[in-house]
Structures are given as C-alpha cells and as structure tokens.
C-alpha cells in the first residue's frame, strides 16, 4: 500500500536526480545498479559531486578488486582531514543549535563552531595529544561534545565516547581496551528534570585507566584558559583515506565489547553520500536526531556540517518536560528533516499523541527513523497523527558500518511497512537458508561487495581475526550483516529483527519483530520481548510482556494474546508460555536485548551485564 508519492517538481529538485543526470541514468533501479556494477566510477563522482576535499587525491579509487572483501583499500594514496571537511563553511550561519530541557537555547553559527575547535584543539595539544593518540569523551548530546571530536580530528587523533547514562565499569570495558590518552568530561548532566553529579563517577574511571594522562572537565572554569584565544587558523593534519577516526563498541552483551575502528575517508564519504542523495539534506535544511553520544547515529547525525546544513542538538528525555517535548522543537526550529527511533514512535502511539493537530510542522518534510524494525502500524500512525506530506524514510544499518545499508529516498513512493531501497554502492541481497539470493523470501541479509565504511580493523585484532569471525565467517568473502529480512516486490526492504535471535520452533524460522508487531498493536501491552527456551533438541517460544501499570496478566489475556498471534501470524508463532515483566531490558542505546533474555531462561550466566542499562530486570525473567 503506497501511503506517499514524491511530486515530479520534488523529484526534479533532490541531489538523487541531480546525481542520475551527472551519470546519465534514467531512475533509481538505473542509478543503483550503475553505483554497484562500477564502483570506483561510482564512489569517484561521489566524492566528486559531494566536493569532499582532498590534500592529495588518489592514485586509485580500489586497489586490487580481487582480493578479500575485507582488505579492501579504497582512495589509495590520498589524504584528507576529516574535520576539514565539516568545517569548510567559516560565516554567520548556524551550525548547531542546542536546546535542553530547561529551554535554554544556544547558538553557534559555523565563524563560531571553528574557533571554539580551534580553541579546543590548542588544549588537546596542551595535553600532549597529536596524531594516532585516543580521546575518550564523556559526554551528553551537547556542542562541548561536537567541539571535542572535531578538535580531535582535526590533528589526526582518534575520537570515542560514552555517554553519562553508561554505567562506570561499562565505561572501564571499553576505554580501558583502547588506552585513551586524554579523558574529556562534564562535572554534572540532567535528565527528565533530575540532576546528576558525575564528578566522582569520572574520577573513578580515570583510577582504572592508567593510560589517562589527564581529565579535562570543560565545564571547569580554571581549566578553560585557552577559550578566550581568537581567530586562529587550524593547521589541518593530513592523513590516510583509511587512518582511523572513531572507535565505536559493539553492544558487549555476549562478552566484552568489540572495538570497531572507523576511517577518516570511508565515514566521510559513506556519510555524505546517504546525507545529500538517501536524506536529501541541503545547506538550508536545519535537521534534527535524538540520540546519544554513545549511538552510531550520533556520528552519522553530526557529520550533517559537512553539507553545511545547522544541526539542532537536544540534550534530555525526549518525554521531559511533557510528551511532546521533541515536536515542540520542530515548531519552534522549524526542523525540517526529524530523525527518531521506532520505539519513539510506538511509545506517542500508545500516548495517543496527535502532533497533526497540535503542533505547526510545516516546516517538516523528511522523517527519519532508525534502531528497530519500523511496523506498519506506525507508518499509519506517522500519516495519520503526524503529518501526511512527509517521506517517511524507515533506515537500518549498524555500528558496525557506521552507516545503513538500506534506508530512504525522496525520488521513490513509501509503501505500507517497507524501507524505501538498498543504499547506492551497497550490493545487498537476501540469502536463504542455502546461500541463495532471494526476493519475496525472507533470509539473511549480506552484502557481497565491498564498500568504503566497512571498519578498518577492530582494535587489539591484529591478525584480524575478530573481524572475519564477526562479518564474514557464514559466508565465504561476503558480509554477513546479521538481520533477518525480505526484499519486496517493489524493490524495498523489511527488517525482522536480529538474525542471532531467530527463533527455530520445530524447525520453523520465526522473526521477533513479527510477534512484537501483533502483541504491541494490543493496547493492554506497552512492550515485550521474546526468547526461545531449550527443550529436547527443540525450542518453546516464552514471551514476556510490559503491560500497562493499571493491568495484571491474567488468563483471559493470555488467551487473547495468544489468538492475536495465531491469527495474524501462525500456530507456530504462538508462545509456549506467556509471563508478566515490569521493564524489558534494553542496551544503554535503548535496544531490548533478547539474547541476553535467552540466556537468562536457558540458566547460563549473562556476560557483562554492565551494557544493560536496566539489568536489575533480568531477574524477573528466570524460570524454573
């Protein structure tokens, strides 16, 4: 069911048909097809087209396209400094506006945002911190932290970050594994109206990293003797295409977090590219994410400068001071471009907030959403109490590529429940079970081709061993994403949920996301989760249910959840057993956790419980 159609004159005016003329191709089925049977040419006027600067360009686009998918080398022999590329507008036009809960507002315009790095950068070199050394930030969602990755960029150094939510030894786990030179940090951060003294937490982190040279606090008067300093040119250090830029950490949920390293070059491009042609983001555009410091989206969100378009950055709960809080801002910015996740979404559905009628969001045209598979439902509810001229761009990628693979378009309709298309440059297909590629047919999603933002390497990996084991181990050179999914008929895409947590009964493969869309429709139910019990060779599917606070689980609504499933779904998706919980636990970048919930049930020991925001919970999940 086709809910949006872009017009032929919104068409005509996005970077996706502009890109189509450059390479004369006729559509998207074209222009994606081009983009990945002619790479180099492809990633080339990216590059080109994006005027993404270069020191010394390449002597070649990909090295050697016959070896292994992971040693791929991309752009060899060029150099570049990421930082300078966000920072390559110097006037009075904004950059970011930051707003909080207590309404404060602040504004930088660009002339700003590149003094205050260069004023940053001069601390860091204070600090001893030069080219190849980590930066570890402890930071919310505020300009400070934007400031300090840029700084940190801009000399060729490595920037990480943990927001203030993550539990200390969480922080230890994986800062401790990348031996930061410098910890970056605020003595205190609020949240849903609470205050949080972070001073001592900070300080115990830095006692368990002894590679911590120093903590800069820079909300610390006495340290901040530099600011005043104007006008100083930032002498750019220049690096590989592939010198290390980020360091981001897999959600550690079944051992100690995995250290993914990004590159400078592969980011950038990456970035741009789904920024200027999948989001249609152009300078005048004032864009918008709600995220944290410690998500991917953090970095794909703030690499948005780099078009010269002005970031609006909040730092809070998207539900503080009222339900509303997040399209106030849209009114009150005139965001143009929102990006949310879809338990965002279900959480105003189940509010029955109705923005349509309540709020001003004419200036709305793309909203973006990440982090979870995007229901139908929701899309009726984003066109019913949202807005209906707008692209609902559903997105879906990971950590582990800094990007997506699939996400929006503004030159192709939104179908009912579907991802828009397969990102361009990124060869991905559907395998069954036999390692075929398929449509209409759900399997595992993989990548068979080789593309810019895949990570460098993982840190402390040097024989790359994790890496292939993570990515490439099912599949001989192809990428094994880990999503189960389909490929529609009309060439979009749905996310089942996590392949690892397919459940198998009596050989059946059952998605979760199928039995979270059926039980969450209920109004009863605010969340659940499900995991697949051990028993004889085989699994009993146990589903845990948060229902509302007034409701207890009792026998009539187990009966109709149940029907429910059975009748939207199959006799095998229904649950063996279904069990009241107060909470769903999640990782502190708010995804429920289902095989840490497996484990619990099948009595084996839960690793590092530490990446579990709520842990506590899990308790409530034991059975006998």
Known sequence: ???????????????????????????????????????????????????????????????????????????????????????????????????????????????????????????????????????????????????????????????????????????????????????????????????????????????????????????????????????????????????????????????????????VGGTLLQHMKELTFHVNLKPEDIIFYYTATGWMMWNWFVSSLSVGATLVLYDGSPFYPNDTRLFDLISQEKITIFGTSAKYLSALQKKKQAPIHTHDLSSLKTILSTGSPLLPEQFDYVYQEIKQDVCLSSISGGTDIISCFVLGNPTLPVYRGEIQCIGLGMKVKVFNENGEAVTNQKGELVCTQAFPSMPIYFWNDKEGTKYHHAYFEKYDDIWSHGDYALITPNQGVIIYGRSDAILNPGGIRIGTAEIYRVVEKMPEVIESIAAGKEVENDIQIILFVKLLPSLELNEELIQKIKKNIKEHLSPHHVPAKIIQVPDIPRTINGKIVELAVREVINHRPVKNKDSIVNAEVLQHFSMK
Not at 120 to 142: E, H, M, P
């Open 1 to 263: 069911m086709k809910l949006w159609q872009p017009s032929l004159e919104l068409i005509e005016r996005s970077n996706m048909f502009a890109l189509m003329k450059v390479l004369n191709q006729n559509n998207y089925e074209q222009l994606y097809q081009y983009s990945v049977n002619y790479p180099e040419k492809f990633w080339k006027s990216v590059a080109d087209y994006c005027q993404i600067k270069f020191s010394k360009l390449p002597d070649k686009i990909l090295d050697d396209a016959s070896t292994a998918m992971f040693q791929s080398k991309w752009f060899v022999n060029a150099q570049l400094n990421f930082a300078e590329n966000l920072l390559k507008r110097k006037d009075d036009k904004p950059a970011i506006i930051y707003c909080n809960e207590n309404n404060q507002k602040e504004v930088i315009s660009y002339r700003l945002l590149y003094e205050k790095t260069a004023q940053y950068r001069q601390i860091l070199v204070k600090n001893g911190i030069s080219i190849n050394d980590r930066v570890a930030g402890f930071l919310s969602n505020t300009p400070e932290a934007v400031i300090a990755m840029l700084a940190t960029a801009s000399l060729g150094a490595v920037w990480t970050v943990c927001s203030p939510d993550f539990g200390s030894d969480a922080v230890v786990d994986r800062f401790s594994q990348i031996a930061p030179k410098l910890l970056i940090a605020k003595k205190s951060h609020t949240y849903q109206g609470k205050f949080f003294d972070d001073e001592e937490k900070v300080n115990f982190i830095h006692s368990q990293l002894p590679s911590v040279k120093n903590v800069w606090f820079i909300d610390d008067a006495n340290s901040n003797e530099v600011m005043t300093t104007k006008h100083i040119e930032i002498d750019f250090v220049q690096t590989a295409f592939d010198h290390p830029l980020y360091i981001l950490y897999s959600s550690g949920t079944t051992g100690l977090p995995k250290c993914i390293v990004h590159g």
